[in-house]
């Protein structure tokens, strides 16, 4: 009877442990679900315009979300706008560890173009330079007309022609990998274009160097382009076929770079 006894009360302390530890779960996810929709707030806010008339359109849903323990980040969204389907500029958000509750964000132009983005709570933004240049990828098979194997081609491509490095020459240097998984596919193509991706080279989840790869069609001409641009504020290099095709220096907050921004801000803007 005692047996039984002591039983009980270690079946019930368990199960009170376990729904506990149940209901912080929730609330934790509360909590991530909470910040998710204020960062999709300020995603929301922006409005970018070009000469043309055209505007941005935001992408539904953040194309990536991430973590960084080593930069003491409880980790970020990367937020991306598109024109007639080609990526146009990307938006980062992340957010720093207590005890700091600070919360940063950067720009990125992805387009030759120049525009203005426009926020009611990041201000406004016009770059001074277009964020990208594109090349033509030489001594590759041309596109597939397959849409599957086609895909699994911009995979191996950018597996095989292209890397990347952040904070190169200095003794944090670090060789990033390239996500197999595209953060981004195209879904309206313009009319020049077969098909279209974009891959990130990160340290860890983190995405430092983005790759824009594209099949495009001009008379019957069909070929691979492609553009590298930074999504960090670390110095990045950028490689294609072992020939540097991105260099950019290390960023603070409010430094000027002609197509990247860089902030920092006070977690009670969210709120705002």
Same mark, same amino acid.
């Given at each position: 009877m005692r047996l039984a006894f002591y039983f009980m009360i270690a079946f019930?302390?368990?199960? =009170?442990?376990?729904?506990?530890?149940? &209901?912080?779960?929730?609330?934790?996810?509360?909590i991530e679900a909470a910040k998710r929709k204020d960062l999709d707030k300020i995603a929301e806010s922006v409005e970018f315009?070009?000469?043309d008339g055209q505007t941005g359109s935001l992408v539904k849903s953040p194309i990536f979300s991430w973590s960084n323990p080593e930069r &003491? %980040?409880?980790? #970020?969204?990367?937020?991306?706008?598109?024109?007639? #389907? =080609?990526?146009?500029?990307t938006l980062g958000i992340w957010r720093v560890n207590e005890p700091t509750k600070k919360s940063g964000y950067e720009y990125q132009s992805l387009t030759p173009e120049l525009f203005e983005a426009k926020s009611s709570k990041?201000?406004?933004?016009s770059p001074e330079a277009g964020g990208v240049e594109f090349g033509r990828l030489t001594e590759v098979a041309a596109p597939l007309a397959d849409n599957r194997r086609r895909q699994n081609q911009m995979r191996q491509i950018a597996r095989d022609h292209f890397s990347a490095e952040i904070d190169p020459g200095t003794p944090n %240097?670090?060789?990033?990998r390239v996500l197999p998984t595209p953060v981004f596919l195209y879904d309206e193509k313009p009319k020049d274009?077969?098909?279209?991706?974009?891959?990130?080279?990160? %340290?860890?989840?983190?995405?430092?160097v983005l790759l824009i790869l594209e099949a495009r069609k001009i008379?019957?001409?069909? #070929?691979?382009?492609?553009?590298m641009a930074r999504s960090t504020s670390h110095a990045v290099s950028g490689r294609c076929n072992g020939v540097e095709v991105l260099s950019r220096v290390r960023l603070f907050p409010s430094s000027f770079h002609p197509s990247f921004k860089l902030e920092f801000w006070n977690e009670s803007v969210l709120k705002d």
């Open positions: 019930s302390s368990c199960f =009170r442990g376990g729904f506990i530890a149940a &209901q912080e779960k929730k609330s934790a996810e509360q315009l070009f000469a &003491q %980040s409880d980790g #970020g969204l990367l937020y991306m706008w598109t024109k007639s #389907g =080609r990526p146009v500029a990041l201000g406004n933004w %240097s670090e060789q990033l274009v077969i098909d279209g991706a974009v891959f990130s080279f990160a %340290s860890g989840t983190d995405p430092e008379s019957n001409d069909e #070929g691979w382009f492609y553009a």
